[in-house]
């Protein structure tokens, strides 16, 4: 199983920007989809998750301002985020999980900055 994320860059505080993740099989083989983040010096944290049913999960960093989303047919997982605050540059990453095992995918860059 490949993970390829895409879409980072450079966005101005109150921006919105969305990154992409291409799953190389089915995102129907994973019980649930997930984006991850970590800060320079900091701790990888967890994100937002759509699960299978599509019932979808945020930190309550992001609550209200990010949205997870998938589209089956292009195998691919969207995490749209708006309203972009400095704290929020890190590199996020994508995760598939099916039972205990877990796939990751790269990072892409994310950077809020004026």
């Known amino acids: 199983v490949q993970l390829q994320a895409s879409g980072g860059g450079l966005v101005q505080p109150g921006g919105s920007l969305r990154i992409s993740c291409a799953v190389s099989?089915?995102?129907?083989?994973?019980?649930?989809m997930s984006w991850y983040r970590q800060a320079p010096g900091k701790e990888r944290e967890w994100v937002a998750r759509?699960?299978?049913?599509?019932?979808?999960g945020y930190a309550d960093s992001v609550k209200g301002r990010f949205t997870i989303s998938r589209d089956i047919a292009k195998r691919t997982v969207y995490l749209q985020m708006n309203s972009l605050k400095p704290e929020d540059t890190a590199v996020y990453y994508c995760?598939?999980?099916?039972?205990?095992?877990?796939?990751w995918g790269q990072g892409t860059l994310v950077t809020v900055s004026s």
């Open positions: 995760k598939a999980s099916r039972g205990i095992t877990s796939f």
């Open positions: 099989g089915s995102i129907r083989n994973f019980n649930h």
């Open positions: 759509i699960y299978g049913g599509g019932t979808t």
